[in-house]
Antibody
């Protein structure tokens, strides 16, 4: 059974750096074709993809947030960490991590088959 | 950057068929996935790779993708199908992309 859980601060101040941890079980992030992605959702708004780490350590970032994001993995701890710098009130959102599956058809493809429950992060002074 | 456009809302009578569209440039050449999100809950994958249902998803849910439109079809709509639905794909330039979401109301 695959489970994922997000953890981190619920409140951060503007300009601070946010560090979120996704702790998972039931799979290994070093298995070929498997990754972990991060997605966020501001209150009442749509989902926004942020970052993804491949089984081999390759990484992809949202072009609009690339300069602020870093994703890393610790295979031995079954954790994936996302850091986002220079937080702003517009970054207030529920942040989800998701078990991601890869396939190659006319290029790289990923989808998110299992999600954590999410963690609400509020950015306010 | 690649954009996906969904209608803000779709309504369907109980027991009838709902169709939720996702529009994008030549989307038929890409692989589209669909998620259902109920209030206060995390999204759930309901269709992947255009047409495939994960285990546990009722066969009332189906998908299609051609030209500039991908469609999620929900047959025999039930009250429990009321939710927000999002399309998603992976684009070589934009990477991960979600549509703006569609609120499905079952009347």
């Amino acid at each position: 059974q695959i489970t994922l859980k997000e953890s981190g601060p619920t409140l951060v101040k503007p300009t601070q750096t946010l560090t979120l941890t996704c702790t998972f079980s039931g799979f290994s992030v070093s298995t070929s074709g498997v990754g972990v992605g991060w997605i966020r959702q501001p209150p009442g708004k749509a989902l926004e993809w942020l970052a993804l780490i491949y089984w081999d350590g390759d990484k992809r970032y949202s072009p609009s947030l690339r300069s602020r994001l870093t994703i890393t993995k610790d295979t031995s701890k079954n954790q994936v960490v996302l850091t986002m710098t220079n937080m702003d009130p517009v970054d207030t959102a529920t942040y989800y991590c998701a078990h991601s599956l890869y396939f190659y058809v006319s290029g790289h493809n990923w989808y998110f088959d299992l999600w954590g429950r999410g963690t609400l992060v509020t950015v306010s002074s | 950057s690649y954009e996906l456009t969904q209608p803000l809302s779709v309504s369907v009578a109980l027991g009838q068929t709902a169709r939720i569209t996702c529009e994008g440039n030549n989307i038929g050449s890409k692989n589209v996935h669909w998620y259902q999100q109920k209030p206060g809950q995390a999204p759930v994958l309901v269709i992947y790779r255009d047409i495939t249902r994960p285990s546990g998803i009722p066969d009332r849910f189906s998908g299609s993708n051609s030209g500039n439109t991908a469609t999620l079809t929900i047959s025999r709509a039930q009250a429990g199908d009321e939710a927000d639905y999002y399309c998603q794909l992976w684009d070589s330039s934009t990477v991960g992309v979600f549509g703006g979401g569609t609120k499905l109301t079952v009347l």
